[in-house]
């Protein structure tokens, strides 16, 4: 899987990039990202990427003619390919399970962090094809959504999550939450675990896993159910 950025924040990537299962899973060969700074694609000598509002209205927007020319660039590089181009904004769809499935099957994606009060809207009219939301809050940023989406998708391809994640990872293919785990010490604040995972039982503990999750479904996110 191949995952491009644009960004003016390039260097908020390195540490994310580098550790637990996203910098394995780009060791290993099996992510790859490239991450790009958005003032590369500006022609004027201070590599101003943005403007103030037309109308007015406070804060400022970033200009068109640098992302498109980086849109552009990016995916009709050298290598001619075409990846699918998602713009990170609270207008877009909320970001679930299967949206994140969805993306990571692409296989080639661009993703676009804006800054400031957001992107000239003729940008998203030429070339986004599809704007993520990864909740209804407002944040400085693209960079934080695109991390989000790329730690999520990672998690997706194959071969990226050891095979002790992958059960809890297809807990929420079932649509259902996590069972509680339990690990050392046996008591913690006079709690002790539940007997069931120290009987050896493991018919009764798979039993004991699909319960509490649905217990904990329904107690904590009814909606899930509802879906399910
Ligand atoms: N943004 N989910 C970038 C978000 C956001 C979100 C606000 C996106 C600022 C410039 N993006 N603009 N929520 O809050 O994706």
Not at 24 to 29: C, P, Y
Not at 116 to 130: A, C, K, S
Not at 184 to 212: T, Y
Request: with cysteine.
């Amino acid at each position: 899987m191949r995952v491009q950025v644009l960004t003016i924040f390039p260097e908020l990537f390195a540490p994310f990039l580098a550790t637990s299962l996203v910098g394995r899973a780009i060791e290993k060969g099996i992510l790859e990202v490239r991450v790009h700074d958005l003032r590369d694609f500006t022609e004027d000598r201070h590599r101003s990427v943005d403007d103030e509002p037309y109308g007015g209205g406070g804060g400022m927007v970033m200009t068109a003619p640098p992302w498109i020319r980086a849109v552009r660039a990016v995916s009709e590089g050298t290598e001619g390919t075409n990846p699918w181009r998602v713009l990170l904004s609270p207008q877009g769809a909320r970001l679930d399970d299967a949206k994140v499935r969805e993306l990571a099957g692409r296989g080639d994606l661009l993703l676009m962090c804006g800054r400031y009060e957001g992107i000239d809207e003729r940008v998203r009219l030429t070339v986004v094809d599809e704007e993520v939301s990864i909740g209804d809050y407002v944040l400085s940023g693209g960079e934080l959504p695109a991390m989000v989406l790329i730690e999520a998708m990672s998690r997706q391809v194959p071969g990226v999550v050891q095979q002790a994640d992958s059960v809890a990872q297809d807990s929420f293919r079932s649509g259902l939450l996590d069972y509680p785990h339990y690990t050392r010490p046996p008591v913690v604040e006079g709690m002790a675990v539940p007997e069931v995972l120290l009987s050896g039982d493991h018919a009764a503990i798979r039993r004991w896993h699909e319960q509490e999750a649905l217990k904990a479904t329904r107690e904590k996110r009814p909606d899930l159910l509802e879906k399910s």
